[in-house]
């Protein structure tokens, strides 16, 4: 028998029972239809994440106050109940680090911004000149922020594309002034487009000076310090140095928390593990379940074609013609199921994009290949059984029943 | 030598503690292009030999020589090879395969042989004419009459063109007039040639045979020859 005719044959057998056929290619279908899903799910926060903290760039290190997260209890932790407030001394100390090559200071607060009679909530952040080479920001007009001393309060401010189109429309929007709370500002400049950032766009931020800011919300602590390490390497040291200096600065204890894109990257790694981890799991087990479904419906079909085995056997079938007829068979369904789920499961992974666009979920290669090997390999593997039964079935006895 | 040669073929079935002799040294000659009805009462054996001569089962003891050669020693996919290549069946129930259509079930010897397709479909075609079932070709069996059901089948069995053609009750499941149409389609079969061993209940089919093996316990009682004009109910064509 030549393997074009056992195909053949098997795909003639495999159609001859509609529904058992489609009862089995649907469970093999959801098996690899939910490889397909949770993969694309999976992979899709992870790349959501990866690409987020990528934005903030490979060699920064950001401080901020209170030692919380990766601390631990230290002998401070008990003397003083309330950490100490970062300050922009704090953040002019920092630059005395030789592995820094710059620095950014980080104020927020919530104002409201009016332009000839136009009135609009807007994030207010207060940093430097600095600040938009550290975040890899582009101007679409204008200027950023002036390279001036921290403590100068410039009223000039630097705003984002959404705010500028909302207030200016078509009209030009750099040398107006605007009011942002109780200050008359200068625009500077304004933002290119940016999209989503780490939960807040640029596009709807007014950048102001830090003292500016700082003055503005009656404040003089700062929200968060970014500092670029002069390469990706001199991580590690740099962080060292910055952690000798504010150590010096605050009497020997050490009450911020430094983070690097690598630590939370490290963690997020970690959690998305164990999360691709637990949709293998499911995988697994959806697959194996029906594997034994394969298994189970080709045995059922070797009783039910009995006296067909044993017709073929009476024209001459050999042991292995019939053993690779079943086993193409499960072949074929385990292929049909694994090509439906995984039409099923980019259909699913399209609706999860459709209703999460944030979420690039797409279902990663491996998975899908791994997904599809799967899928044909438990068929063959559960469907050697039957074959082998059916292979050797006494031809008399298959013959004499009907 | 003999085309079939028997000797000494003993079958013996276990039933829990009961053994069935169905065959109990049985030896026979069987000449090319004979025509050998096989006949005797329920249980005699009758079908055990044609699936022992069929090569479908093995017996306990005993040799079978087919064309010459010892075919008892032989693997089970040797056998299927000489099976194929040498030997035809036809059924009582027909077992043509229900999903296929008449065409496929004719041409499932040679898609088993390895014959390619674009060669099977004109001899296919043309065993169907032969059989008078080329309006038929694309009919499931379930479409099909009782008597073109065993055409088809007859015609599945001679499409690799077999020295021997093992019918086990051919007519059984047919009507008088229907049999009688596929009895004289298996004569003309053994007329080109072929030899043709038929099991039959029917005393006159059995009469048409020009030579009649009487079974009985397992063992051969009798072993008739007609001679020329000594069966009366012969060839009432
Ligand atoms: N697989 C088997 N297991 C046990 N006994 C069997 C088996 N096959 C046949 N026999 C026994 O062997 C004997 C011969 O059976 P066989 O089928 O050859 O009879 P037969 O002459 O064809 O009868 P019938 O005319 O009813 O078809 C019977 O007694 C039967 O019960
Ligand atoms: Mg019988």
Redesign the pocket.
Known sequence: MTSADTLRFAARAALGYPLRTSLMVLAMAIGVAAVVVLTALGDGARRYVVGEFASLGANLIIVLPGRNETGGVNAGSFVTSTPRDLTVSDATALLRAPLVSRIAPLSVGNSEISVGGKLRDVMVLGTNADYIDIRQYHMAQGQFLPREELGRASAVAVIGDKIRRELFGATAAVGRMIRVGDNRLRIIGVLAPAGQGLGMSTDELVIVPVATAQAMFNTNTLFRIMVEARHRDALAPAQKQLEDILRARREGELDVTLITQDAVLGTFDRILGALTLGVAGIAAISLAVAGILVMNVMLVAVTQRTGEIGLLKALGATGRDIRLAFLSEAALLSIAGALVGYGLGHLGAWGIRLAYPVLPAWPPNWAVAAGLGTALGTGLLFGVLPARRASRLDP??AL?KR | MAQIELSGIERT???GDSE?H?LDKVSLRIEAGEYVAVM????????????LLGLLDRPDAGHYLLEGRDVTTLSADEQATVRRARIGFVFQSFHLVPRLTAAENVALPLMLAGVPAHERTPRVARALKDFGLQARADHRPEELSGGQRQRVAIARATIMQPAVLLA??PTGNLDRHTGEEVTALLEALNADGTTLIV?T?DPAMGGRARRRLM?ED?ALRQDLRAGAATSPTAAPT
Not at chain 2, 40 to 51: A, M, R, V
């Open positions: 008399v006895q004499a | 079935f276990t039933l069935v169905a005797g009462p329920s249980g005699s054996g009758k079908s055990t030999l044609l699936n086990d009750e099991v209940h079974m397992g």
